[in-house]
């Protein structure tokens, strides 16, 4: 009898927790019957919506979507960064564009290492010296010019009304600010205009990235990557100790890449091909887990946790020796996403214990990779769909802004591996493969992602963290598709991150069961509740059974969906 009231308590209190958790975040999202966007920012996905409605394609919300995200969440929207973007027509030809920042000519391989050998502090981070050739704008265009239709005047005069009229500053802007303004004095000689006591509610206005947007619509990309914009640019960067020129921005390119495509079930996932780590390792994990019954083990229970941990630890193991730029080295992907590869990566994994890291190099195959990004879903009311994650790197990136042009500038750099075998920001240990070399892309762990079902399109999702990118993906596909969550649902969950090294197993705090907790810990997992507060900002779109479409609006960001 005592046990059974212990259980009834035990049910009722998880049960008004989940009740709480629920009614402070709604389990369902927005739901749209023809076209939706989902991003950071309210004005962003407005912005974008408003493309569609006038007859644009996802491509030329795209355009609008980033360019707006570059004002209204200069946090990590962006021209002074890069990203990637996965796409699935409606006539299901699917794609993908690499707009991925590029070393500058002049780097070297060494460039962050002292006459000793050892890394620089903050080199790779903070300031001139940390940014790699932007990609955002190109990316932008090579996608309008490919697929886009509406006229570049329609798609940009929003983005610029929005620069000059301002954007207003949300609670956690506000916060975000602050923390960070130490960084921008530390990286700036002048005073910057986010450099202020902004508060909630103060609006602030941006007239030179309005100015540099107008050259844009007028020259398009060469308004940026040729003439007096990056005569600027080039200056600015050099005058502050870098060494970008011009030559660099005259010659950056955007690429049309294939993207890694993989089943898991009746699921067929598309997902970003590198130099982003996305596709590869959230493929090489799928496969790993395919063969055990998650919805049998439960959401977020001891033995889903260890499974997805073991198959996440020897997935960023391969990762960190095989992964790189392309263009620069060869990537035995085929043999790394093999059935036979996966399931002999998984021979030594028993539910008893923990395989300790420490016992765990990458695979072999028989042949001769903030934290802080954005992530954007959007779908029209043509059957179109994209998936686009974009990036400054760190929080506002090097923190170098140029006043002149009104934008921040990335430090991607540090993506590439300094010294192999150093961590970097997001501790990840990188090889041979992400080296630096002139003109080459550093490694990302960026995932847009498009998901079909039965033939159709069926999930676009992603998300901004760093290394986290990966397994918070991994887990909403997860979600929806193992644990019958709808979109919002989905995104809400609480999440859990493991990357090989450091070997723990980082967890949103108090959000899993104690007891779980416990069970993990005593099979030798070390679990990491402090340095996570948050596990990613997903954005996504589910295609629901009626044909209408769910958003998964992170509670985490301002994140919104707007959809009609
Ligand atoms: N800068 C984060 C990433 O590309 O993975």
């Not at 676009?460 to 979109?487: A, E, W, Y």
């Not at 005593?522 to 479409?549: C, Q, T």
């Amino acid at each position: 009898m005592k046990y059974r009231i212990l259980i009834l308590a035990l049910t009722l209190t998880l049960l008004s927790c989940k009740e709480s958790y629920t009614k402070k975040h709604p389990v369902t999202g927005v739901i749209a019957k023809q076209g939706m966007v989902v991003s950071a920012r309210k004005e962003a996905s407005l912005i974008g919506t408003s493309i569609l409605k006038q007859g644009g394609n996802v491509f030329d919300a795209m355009m609008a979507t980033e360019l707006a995200l570059a004002v209204a969440y200069p946090y990590a929207g962006n021209l002074g960064g890069g990203g990637f973007m996965v796409y699935r027509l409606n006539s299901g030809a699917i794609g993908c564009l690499d707009y991925r920042e590029k070393a500058p000519m002049a780097a070297t391989k060494n460039m962050y290492l002292d006459s000793l050998g050892n890394v620089i502090p903050e080199k790779s981070t903070l300031g001139a010296m940390a940014v790699g050739v932007p990609g955002t704008v190109a990316g932008v265009f090579a996608a309008h010019e490919k697929f886009g239709t509406l006229p570049l005047e329609t798609i940009l005069k929003p983005v610029i009304d929005l620069a000059k009229k301002g954007v207003v500053v949300t609670e956690k802007q506000e916060r975000r600010i602050q923390a960070k303004r130490p960084s921008f004095q530390k990286a700036n000689k002048d005073t910057i205009v986010l450099d202020a006591n902004w508060k909630v509610n103060d609006t602030i206005k941006y007239p030179a990235l309005a100015n540099t947007l107008q050259v844009i619509l007028e020259q398009g990309k060469d308004g940026f990557y040729k003439g007096d914009t990056a005569k600027t640019l080039a200056g600015f960067i050099q005058d502050n100790g870098g060494i970008i020129t011009e030559e660099d921005l005259a010659s950056y390119e955007a690429k049309w890449r294939k993207p890694v495509i993989f089943n898991y079930d009746n699921l067929k996932i598309i997902s970003m091909s590198p130099p982003s780590s996305g596709g590869v390792c959230l493929g090489q994990i799928m496969g790993m887990i395919a063969s055990y019954p998650l919805e049998k083990y439960g959401h977020n229970s001891t033995k889903a946790i260890q499974i997805i941990t073991e198959a996440e630890r020897r997935a960023y193991a391969d990762r960190s020796y095989y992964l790189g730029d392309p263009d620069f080295v060869d990537i035995p992907q085929t043999e790394i996403l093999s059935d036979s590869y996966l399931k002999d990566r998984m021979s030594n994994f028993s539910f008893k214990q923990a395989t300790p890291s420490s016992t765990l190099k990458h695979g072999n195959v028989e042949v001769v990779e903030s934290d802080e990004t954005t992530h954007y879903s959007i779908v029209d009311q043509y059957g179109n769909a994209i998936a686009v994650t974009t990036t400054l790197n760190g929080a506002y990136g090097s923190k170098l802004y140029c006043s002149e042009l009104g934008f921040f500038l990335n430090n991607e750099m540090d993506d590439f591996s300094s010294k192999p075998g150093t961590p970097n920001m997001f501790g990840l240990i990188g090889a041979e493969a992400n080296s630096i070399a002139p003109q080459k892309r550093m490694l990302s762990s960026m995932t847009p992602t498009i998901v079909e079902k039965n033939g159709e399109f069926y999930m676009s999702v992603g998300t901004p963290g760093g290394s986290t990118i990966i397994t918070c993906v991994l887990q909403i596909i997860l979600n929806v598709h193992d644990f019958n969550m709808g979109m919002q649902e989905a995104v809400n969950a609480p999440r859990f991150h493991h990357q090989w090294l450091p070997d723990e197993v980082l967890m949103e705090p108090n959000k899993f069961d104690k007891k779980t907790i416990s069970a993990l810990e005593k099979k030798g997992y070390h679990i990491n509740e402090k340095d996570a507060p948050i596990i990613g900002r997903v954005d996504g779109i589910l295609k629901l059974k009626d044909g209408s479409y769910e958003a998964g609006a992170d509670y985490r960001g301002d994140d919104t969906a707007i959809g009609f």
